[in-house]
């Protein structure tokens, strides 16, 4: 490695204020610098580098050739810091905070209710900010665009689309009451009665402060005279291993190639980044050509056009659609084809740094344009000392063959791309897991020319993404049918040739190898689809037209800007203007996550002396320890100490959690060690090198079947049984058996675990900053772990960045994890996981497994029922003891089977522990009790609804475990759901639809949904609150819930305000906190603000009752007065409040009990469109009615169904844990498990809060946190509707019950065709796959 021992200095702007860094590093990024080095904390580490967006700051550059500023997100994780040489960064605290002003992009995405847990908000008020730079007055289109390549997973988009849509001038919605206006925007809508008035509105657009662009910070005019500057020189930056550098000429950088032939050039560095953060390679020279005009140029000629290696992709974008506007349409076929892709690569940040150069010389796999710039005949300009050369972008440099690649002192300085002709076509085709922003399963780029005026083929190139370790061409099928007519026997034979030419071998990387062997035909059959097209609109005598009903296969689902509505009830008119329960109130917090203040634990300022924590992890399923040998990593630089099983003072396994793994490992992902050094980077180096040494045990389980083999189960058999089942079965019609597999899902919260233990000086005292749903349990499992009592560990919970049930149980066990780490150190640990040890470690949703037999009459009725589930929990109990008590009681859902008998079972496999999520089985096992309604429904030849309608519970009832519930709420959401949806006028055109498209097929479901809310033990229901009244009449509010995003701050707010008869802004939150609260129970459950509520009210009611003898006295006084009066009659003005809980309970024995507080019930109905031939599908529209009862803040309940739909949604349509059969996880982030983005949402999406009553609960209210997800199941139900639509079509009339996730994969592969007839099938005793099913 060079060393060069006087390095420049780095000069940059953030913020307005310019940087002078002496000691730049090339490995530093500029996330860790904002927020470790500048203590800017308002950009969030979400992933590190595979695009969640988080991290999003804009950059700012002059551009010396146009001498124009050119604006431009980007995720700072993947920006070398060395990279910013003359350029501004904007934070989101450069554009506003609550300390100068907020910026209207923040206050709108706050006041439009666009956040919840806050932790994706700076980056999405960036994206939205930066486009506004660019574009002030933008179309809801570029809306869309620019927020592609951010991820949230509270809100589900929506009102953060909503609040980037307020600065469009192009309205979304219907404009009949004004400019901006939609007919339904209005205080209230006439109804029967006064409380039943209907708002629609959940912020006010009057109060939004208007954008001024001229506003906006200037660009620093020092940074324009650095780059006018003539006398520019050669920039070196050293760090601790690497060295940079800035070639200032061309010259320059081809000397500094042939010098460094191996040192990568670093463009927009999204190859060089992640290769380097998560493919351990490294690179002791990194040389950086930015800003070189040689590279940075567009030259049209007549034959094509020429675009410099350094565009972005963005830029790109741009070129070329200037390009297709000045065009022919006929000359602009591989430009179109290749913004078609661009539309879709990445989110906008990828876009805006990834350079064309950087895409051709990656050549990643799963390119998205160089198939199609292969097709369309493109040339690579290349350029070295030695001179200049051209080299086709063909097959052979795709498929790296040597002689066909660039030479190390190569550098490409564009590439040039030649117009289509008139007899040439040219496309791109792909299809991915998710429409934007998510890696082509497979793709292609396809080209052919036919002899003029004929349709005789002269030339015919086709490229495959994502089939092989590279781009592939499949060259010799093309040179068969030169010569050939481009008719059905030509496509036959070409799918032939095609799939024995490009064979995926049965185990190959990636799986899903019958699914991608089926696309790669199946896109074929699309490019001859759309050439017949072309070709017949050149000549239609000539040629004839495809058949009307193939029209549909030809067009991708375009990304639509989503519009909806929402419903709930107003306010009573009589309630007094300050009482602020039932108001849709912003969130507490909502200003502070857009401006990005709020903050998380990894913002907490450095504390002396702290170190940083990074872990090793298991590798093996289930072996024995042999050795673990920590020496190498002892000496790395740094380090201060590696902690293992050993130095846990206490126990180091609490209710059966292990906290280190000791003599043997029992799941990939197990934390054997961890270790603590100065830096995180030098934890996370150092934790390479513990070597440990491991001897396999068998056996190793990994799924449910091998469980079941092996009788490994984690508890006992759960089970609730009425009537007689076994009698029942004998007096049916039909009788049906099946089973349905539910696979597990990822929490992704966006905070990923994060944890600050802080040892203190005195009685074994330590300090937790933790971002948990459950204080008390990691009190809990650190004391154990220190063998102290729990009066020494104090633990403080502000906000967590999501949690979704991700931070009950593990947040204890990783507490003790560093607890034990800062015991041993003596300093404060300080350890936030990165994203792929978060998603190995703290495993997820329980995978589930249910097998049902189901007896019934001819016309639909059921009369037994007899259901077994098993969940997949895992190496350790964790909650999956509750989550099988949850789903046996609460699976048989909205309806009345009297012979009914339900068991469940936890499965022991050796995988890490599965644990709550959202809905805690309920989104699983209830997936089981449609899919068997929906197997009748199929059998009696009725609609699954008319099923549905037939078996729901119609009058108060008894569950199957006696406890009583009135379901008129149910059937009310139902009938309603059916009605206002149209369900069955719009079922009557989606058939039509079906009839005449043979490849796009609609489906429409519904669901009824019986939702029970809180714990089955009075005590799991119980909860505390604090609340002090200073003597300047402020209150603190202090309770035992914690904040996720989910809004609890402010409902307790509302409750006191209402409580004390005070304004809102007298009523401060402080934090939830075992010191102020204690014993508290997990937030979880949806009843965090039904039972913290009832103990908030308590407290105040203590208060008011004291106070009473004070405002008897001053009844007309102030509150001020008041408080000033009993402080000196020295009245107590603080006071506890206490919730004993709702007094559920269970016997199991009797199989019966009172185990749930109340029902929450529901509905929802939703409309796909599926594409048969890919397998991708649109949801086009959502209707969901829920019960609230009465809300106590319908933005906060509105956000709750929503987000909760959307992540339900993404559980059971895309999002996919690919685990290996030795039970490794491979998808640890957001690049490889795909979450539903902005273009998931239903393009219509209309939700309703429906009134009804729940005295139990507070204000008679209901929680509402989880409920949501399950209704995400319509999407599930209506891609089944789609499906067998497509299947009768077919002539299978044999109803096929889809397992979850709906994936592409599924759809596909389930729509049988001649093309999914065609590819090879392996037999799978032949081969291993390299993915399996776990449930
Ligand atoms: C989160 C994320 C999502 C993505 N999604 C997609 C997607 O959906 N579809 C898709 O197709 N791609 C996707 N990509 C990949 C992306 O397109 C490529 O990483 C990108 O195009 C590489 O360009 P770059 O400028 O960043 O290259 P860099 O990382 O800067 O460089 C990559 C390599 O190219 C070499 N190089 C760069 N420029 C030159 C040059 N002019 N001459 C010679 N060598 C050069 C470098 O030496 C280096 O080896 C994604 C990437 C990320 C990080
Ligand atoms: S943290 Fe930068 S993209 Fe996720
Ligand atoms: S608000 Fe978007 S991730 Fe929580």
Redesign the pocket.
Known sequence: MPSHPNPDELIFFVNGRKVVEKNADPEVNLLFYLRKVLHLTGTKYGCG???CGSCTVMVSRYDLKTKKIRHYPVIAC?VPVCSLYGAAVTTVEGIGSLKTRVHPVQERLAKCHGTQCGFCSPGMAMSIYTLLRNHPEPTPEQIMEALGGNLCRCTGYRPIVESGNTFSVESTVCQMKGPGKCCMDQEEMPSVTRQEKICTKLYNRDEFQPLDPSQEPIFPPELIRMAEDPSKKRLTFQGERTAWITAVTLKDLLELKANYPKA???????????TTIFGDEFHPVFISPLGLPE?YFVDSTDNGVTIG?GYT?AQLNDALHFIVSEQPKEKTKTYCALLKHLRT??GAQ?RN???L???V??R?N????NPILAAGNAIINLISKEGERQIPLDGHFLERSPEAN?KSEE??SSVYIPHSTQWHFVSGLRLAQRQEN??AIVNAGMSVKFEDGTDTIKEFKMFYGSVGPTVVSADQTCKQLIGRHWDDQMLSDACQLVLSEIYIPPGAEGGMVEYRRTLIISLLFKFYLKVRRGLNRMDPQKFPDIPEKFMSALDNFPIGTPQGIQMFQCVDPYQPPQDPVGHPLMHQSAIKHATGEAVYVDDIPPINEELFLAVVTSTRAHAKIILIDVSEALAFPGVVDVITADDVPGDNNCLGEIFYAQNEVICVGQIVCTVAADTYAHARDAAKKVKIAYEDIEPRIITIEQALEHNSFLSGEKKIEQGNVEQAFKHVDQIIEGEVHVEGQEHFYLETQSFLAIPKQEDKEMVLHIATQNPSAVQEFVAAALNVPRNRITCHMKRAGGAFGGKTTKSAVLGAVSAVAANKTGRPIRFILERGDDMLITAGRHPLLGKYKIGFMNNGVIKAADVEYYVNGGCTLDESEMVIEFIVLKSENAYFIPNFRCRGRACKTNLPSNTAFRGFGFPQGTLVAESYITAVASQCDLLPEEVKEINMYKRISKTAFNQIFNPEPLRRCWKECLEKSSFYARKRDAEEFNKNNYWKKKGLAVVPMKFTVGNTEAYQNHAGALVHIYTDGSVLVLHGGCELGQGIYTKMAQVASRELNIPISYIHLLETSTVTVPNTFFTATSIGADVNGKAVQNACQILMARLQPVIRKNPKGRWEDWIAKAYEECINLSATGYFKGYQTYMDWKAEEGEPFAYYVYGASCSEVEVDCLTGAHKLLRTDIFMDAAFSINPALDIGQIEGAFIQGMGLYTIEELKYSPEGVLYSRGP?DYIIPTVTEIPEEFYVTLVRSRNPIAIYSSKGLGEAGMFLGCSVFFAISDAVAAARRQRGLTKRLTLNSPATPEVIRMACTDQFTDMIPRDDPSTFTPWSIHVS
């Open positions: 580098g595979r695009g993947l990568p050039l670093v463009m927009g560095n999204t190859t060089v980044g992640p590279l290696a992709l690569l990445a990828i740094m990834a350079t150069g950087g895409h010389v990656s990643p799963f390119s998205d344009l660039l550098i490409v998510s890696y690049d």
